[in-house]
């Protein structure tokens, strides 16, 4: 048995999903245990390009169970979408997908609702993916949730929606939207179950299994550390538990099991949507690396905000998360900059003060400091064909054990390119 966590490191997109699809073909299990469709995972390998938002990285390695746990909040359109493009592509996941009975449901009022809130927010919103993930982790957690286990009896089902519906069109109307109605929704969603309703399978025994035998198990988070709901920079977070802790209950893995935690960061910073971003720029080196990165939301298309590393964090996710290796991704983004900067640590804007740590203060603060950066020689060369550590130019290996050294977690992957094969193993 070996567990190995792959976490995002950052604000999310730091290319988790190809790190799980190249470490997928030594996995027995893959398995999702948070978030929903506002992710988007992207995959390149012989299958084509994928970008996925519920279905686990391990859906191209045939010997892979893929499993959605109770943690993870499911939008069943979104899933039978991914489960029909993943067919088309020559791959049956008839057998291999398992989708937990305890997840929870996103019902059509749950993005009316979120958006509500976003609305009235005005500056101060989130900036949400609008996928209803606040409403439907807030419905589960105040009891009010749908879960797939209530699809099984129309009767049960329609009952709870009726009373949901009952206080969420009294919400609407309040915020000027039109009422939903209880037959309409009842029809289209139990049309979508039946759809996906051969891959609805608690997967605990499963897993339980797999622990007991000498299988690896891979686990995939969704989103990065910096959105997490409790150690994020909170309200700038998505609703769930984005951090390897997060692992134990939304797949019923306890802790003791874990041996590896491999945190995924971009050899830069991104962020989508609002909140701080010590690191942001907002000159010519940040439009180089979007340009460079292809840096636009796979979910919803938004250009993402781009920086420089910022090591301070990394450092305090690292830590969180229980690190022991990181993957970083998209070093050959930084391949023509003449000059690379990396964040140690922060000031005071206006005095000039250094700061305490981000953990010790609301992450409100991070609006108020000023990064301190150390400068490196960049390499100015093409990276993306290398696959040996030595073989990187001298100053992107300066940059790598800069990273390792501020972070203090070994730098186990360096990717330098969207394909699978586009890795350096060290
Ligand atoms: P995830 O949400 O963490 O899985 O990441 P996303 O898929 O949202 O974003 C990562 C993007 O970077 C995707 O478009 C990937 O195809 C791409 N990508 C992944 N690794 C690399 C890399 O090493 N270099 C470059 N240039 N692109 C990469
Ligand atoms: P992956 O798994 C990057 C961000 C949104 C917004 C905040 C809350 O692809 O890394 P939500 O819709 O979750 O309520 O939005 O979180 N966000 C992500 N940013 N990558 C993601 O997922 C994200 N999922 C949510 O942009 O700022
Ligand atoms: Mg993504």
């Given at each position: ?9 950052q ?21 999702r245990?948070?978030?929903g469709?506002?992710?988007?995972h ?11 938002r ?11 169970a ?9 939008n ?6 991914e489960i ?7 791959i ?11 997840c929870?449901v ?37 009891y009010?949730g749908i879960r ?8 049960t089902?329609?009952?709870k ?23 309409f929704?009842?029809?289209e ?6 759809q996906?309703k ?20 891979l ?6 550390s910096?959105?997490?709901n409790?150690?994020g920079?909170?309200?700038?977070v ?5 951090i390897?802790?997060g ?7 306890a ?28 000159d ?11 840096e636009y ?9 781009c920086?420089w ?13 229980g ?25 005071h ?8 740590q981000?953990?010790e ?19 100015q ?23 390792a050294d501020?972070?203090?977690?070994r ?16």
């Amino acid at each position: 048995m070996a567990v190995t966590i792959v976490v995002g490191a950052q604000w999310g997109d730091e290319a988790k999903g190809k790190m799980v699809d190249l470490l997928s073909s030594q996995a027995r299990i893959v398995a999702r245990y948070n978030g929903g469709d506002n992710a988007g995972h992207t995959v390149v390998n012989q299958y084509g390009t994928f970008k996925l938002r519920l279905t686990p990285n391990g859906f191209s390695s045939p010997q892979t169970a893929c499993v959605i746990g109770p943690g993870v909040v499911l939008n069943l359109a979104t899933l039978f979408d991914e489960i029909q493009m993943i067919n088309k592509a020559g791959i049956d996941l008839a057998g291999r997908l398992w989708v937990s009975p305890r997840c929870h449901v996103v019902m059509p009022y749950h993005p009316q609702v979120e958006a509500a809130y976003e609305e009235a927010k005005g500056t101060l919103a989130t900036g949400t993916t609008r996928r209803g993930m606040g409403p439907v982790y807030a419905d589960k957690v105040s009891y009010n949730g749908i879960r797939l286990f209530d699809f099984a009896d129309p009767e049960t089902l329609k009952e709870k929606l009726a009373v949901q519906l009952r206080i969420k069109n009294q919400f609407l109307q309040s915020v000027g939207k039109p009422n939903l109605d209880l037959n309409f929704i009842l029809n289209e969603k139990l049309a979508q179950y039946a759809q996906i309703k051969q891959f609805v399978r608690e997967s605990f025994g499963l897993i339980q299994d797999a622990l007991s035998s000498n299988t690896e198990i891979l686990l995939e988070a969704a989103q990065g550390s910096l959105l997490d709901n409790d150690w994020g920079t909170y309200p700038f977070v998505t609703a769930s538990t984005t951090i390897s802790g997060g692992a134990a209950a939304g797949l019923g893995i306890a802790p003791r099991w874990v041996t590896r935690v491999i945190g995924v960061a971009k050899a830069y910073t991104t962020r989508v949507g609002a909140g701080p971003m010590p690191t942001e720029l907002f000159d010519a080196d940040g439009e180089a690396l979007r340009k460079a990165g292809a840096e636009y939301g796979t979910v919803t298309g938004r250009p993402r905000r781009c920086g420089w590393f910022d090591a301070a964090l990394v450092r305090f996710t690292a830590q969180l998360n229980g690190c022991t290796d990181l993957a970083l991704t998209k070093l050959d983004v930084l391949d023509r900059l003449p000059v690379i900067r990396l964040c140690t640590g922060y000031r005071h804007s206006s005095t000039g003060e250094a700061m305490r740590q981000y953990w010790e203060g609301d992450a409100a603060w991070l609006d108020q400091i000023s990064p301190v950066y150390i400068e490196m020689e960049g390499w100015q060369q093409p990276t993306t064909h290398v696959r040996r550590f030595s073989d990187l130019p001298a100053q992107a290996q300066a940059y790598v054990n800069k990273v390792a050294d501020l972070t203090g977690v070994r730098v186990s992957f360096v990717s330098v390119g969207a394909e699978r094969e586009s890795i350096i193993r060290i």
